[in-house]
């Protein structure tokens, strides 16, 4: 009311003044960082390819030192808390859900859209406490193979958005083509082997996922790590899964951080030397807290140098609060229970 009777403008016919601002997250104290999800990404063009795209995001925004970013099998462990089991996707009212139950301050949401050989993809972030809209990005290219390149710069403005500053972004941003794959196709393949394996569930299934995906893309680093991990489960020789591994590691030095230390810690396992081993998950756990599967992995090579003939009641105590974070994370995970329970009966 004070600036239309100062400007006038509401006195003229026809003409409509409208103010919208986006509220901007609320500055963090230092060392505290911003809850970050990442909702499925709406597809209306047709291409399957497409549906994996917040996978890709995710990754990217993992690599901020200012932003917590829910992994996708976080989410899908919070929804089954909360009641949701066998859902194939996370759309938006699932991912508000998460939201509120994990205390995210910024939820994003994107769809991407084909309009002959432009594609765009339209972003929102907000507040799922609040349903307030903190701000809005949109990207544009030419043709499928311009969307990694569009996925890099929706991450870089999202973190700006955030309050990172924009040298923090550069020295550590990703670019997912390299990082991962360029081979969007392939990329789809491995996001649905990873949802096959979340929870534990069928590791056979994930696993011929995954194979598919490096029969297109025979460089896709992180494809050949999920081989040469679920291997063990799914009954591939060790033969196999020792070149699966070698296959990885052609590529470790271009890949993310996590999953780079995923790589090396299953190389030193795999070579005999779980300490090694231990301490590079330690690592990869005070770097990603909320990783319910790194803290298991933490605990996990020490409880069975316990279950040896040459272990002792004392190695458990180092690795019980592995377990104690991991059960905190997701109650639900009857492995996780099992060991935390184990931990302390033997203790």
């Known amino acids: ?26 500055e963090l104290p230092p060392g505290q960082r911003i809850l970050v999800a990442v909702a499925d990404f709406e597809n209306d063009t047709g291409e399957p390819e497409l549906d994996a795209l ?11 030192r200012r932003l917590e970013v829910l992994t996708r099998s976080r989410m899908f462990d919070i929804l089954r808390q909360m009641g949701h089991a066998s859902i194939p996707r996370i759309d938006e009212p699932l991912g508000r859900e998460v939201g509120r139950k994990a205390s995210v301050r910024a939820l994003v ?11 765009t993809v339209e972003m929102k972030a907000l507040d799922p406490s609040t349903s307030d809209y903190l701000f809005t990005l949109k990207e544009d290219g030419k043709g499928k193979s311009s969307i990694p390149a569009m996925i890099d710069r929706l991450s870089e403005r999202t973190r700006e958005r955030l309050r990172e500053r924009r040298e923090e972004v ?8 390299k990082a991962i794959t360029p081979n969007l196709e392939a990329y789809r393949l491995y996001f649905d082997g990873k949802t096959l394996s979340y929870g534990r569930a069928d590791y056979a299934g994930a696993l011929r996922k995954h194979q598919q995906a490096v029969a297109l893309d025979p460089d896709f680093a992180l494809a050949w790590y999920e081989i040469a991990y679920l291997g063990v489960w799914a009954d591939l020789p060790e033969g196999d899964r020792r070149a699966a591994l070698a296959a990885a590691l052609r590529n470790v030095d271009r890949v993310p951080q996590k999953e780079r230390e995923l790589m090396l810690a299953w190389k030193a396992h795999q070579d005999g030397r779980d300490d090694e081993a231990v301490a590079i998950y330690t690592r990869a756990v005070h770097a990603f807290p909320r990783d319910k599967d790194l803290q298991f992995y933490a605990g996990d090579l020490p409880f069975h140098a316990f279950l040896s003939p040459r272990g002792s009641a004392r190695d458990l105590e180092d690795v019980l609060p592995y377990f104690e974070a991991a059960s905190a994370l997701d109650p639900s995970d009857g492995e996780t229970q099992w060991h935390r329970t184990s931990c302390l009966v033997s203790l």
């Open 54 to 64: 917040s996978g890709l995001l995710i990754t990217s925004l993992e690599q901020s």
């Open 170 to 177: 550069q020295s550590s941003r990703l670019e997912v083509a």
């Open 109 to 119: 949401l994107a769809a991407v859209h084909r309009f002959d050989t432009l594609y």
């Open 1 to 26: 009311e004070r600036l239309r009777r100062s400007t006038g403008l509401g006195e003229a016919p026809g003409v409509l003044l409208v103010l919208w601002r986006a509220r901007a997250p609320v």
